[in-house]
């Protein structure tokens, strides 16, 4: 069975402090993928990042950075200079290679404060 | 504008009444998927389609029906016999299935019965 587990429920931050939202997974399959999702208020999922389980190299992209420790099952996101924009409920979720089902996890609400 | 929508946005029924959901995508997507949503919870897998004319259970499908006559068409019967109705529910969907294809969503359907 999958699992994911995203440990913080709610994270409150100024704006311009980074943040940093934790992922734990839990796979028998020995390919896989990895994803983060971000949902603003509006209610729509909005695709960040996608990483295969044979790839942990660290990604950037502007001020979201991607830490992916096949050692530790973990698959963490940081938001640096965070922005009000930034607001919203960050999911992590995990698929097999040969599976339609993505688990997610509860969900991290991030909130920004000006 | 290449994408997913669904309509309502809110709908409300009373307790006893069955209630579709719409799902249309026009990205030319072989997969779609139907999700449901709790506070403070993470998405939940309803049903999945692979191709036109076939569907299978996720993880949650007591309640629910689904139908996928036509590959740009994946619409959800909500019937009575769902215990929980009241949710929000998220259409995606993903070039093909497998865990590779990203799956984009829609902007959800807020159910409320009473």
């Known amino acids: 069975a999958q699992k994911v587990t995203q440990a913080q429920t709610e994270i409150s931050v100024v704006e311009k402090e980074d943040v940093t939202l934790d992922c734990v997974y839990e796979t028998r399959d020995t390919t896989y993928y990895l994803f983060w999702y971000k949902q603003p208020p509006s209610g729509e999922l909005v695709f960040l990042i996608r990483r295969n389980s044979f790839d942990e190299q660290n990604e950037i992209s502007g001020r979201y950075s991607w830490n992916f420790q096949k050692s530790t099952s973990s698959f963490n996101f940081t938001i640096t200079a965070s922005q009000v924009v930034d607001s919203a409920v960050y999911f992590c979720?995990?698929?097999?290679?040969?599976?339609?089902?993505?688990?997610f996890g509860a969900g991290t609400t991030v909130t920004v404060r000006a | 504008d290449g994408g997913i929508t669904q309509s309502p946005k809110y709908l409300f029924r009373k307790e006893g009444q069955n209630v579709t959901l719409s799902c249309e995508q026009n990205l030319n997507h072989d997969a779609m998927y139907w999700y449901r949503q709790d506070p403070g919870q993470g998405l939940r897998l309803i049903y999945y389609s692979q191709i036109v004319n076939d569907f299978q259970k996720g993880d949650i499908a007591e309640g629910y029906s689904v139908s996928r006559e036509k590959k740009e068409s994946f619409p959800l019967t909500v019937t009575s016999a769902q215990k929980n109705p009241t949710a929000f529910y998220l259409c995606a969907s993903s070039i093909g299935g497998g865990g590779a294809d990203e799956q984009y969503f829609g902007p959800g359907t807020r159910l409320t019965v009473t």
């Open positions: 979720a995990l698929i097999s290679s040969n599976d339609y089902k993505l688990s």
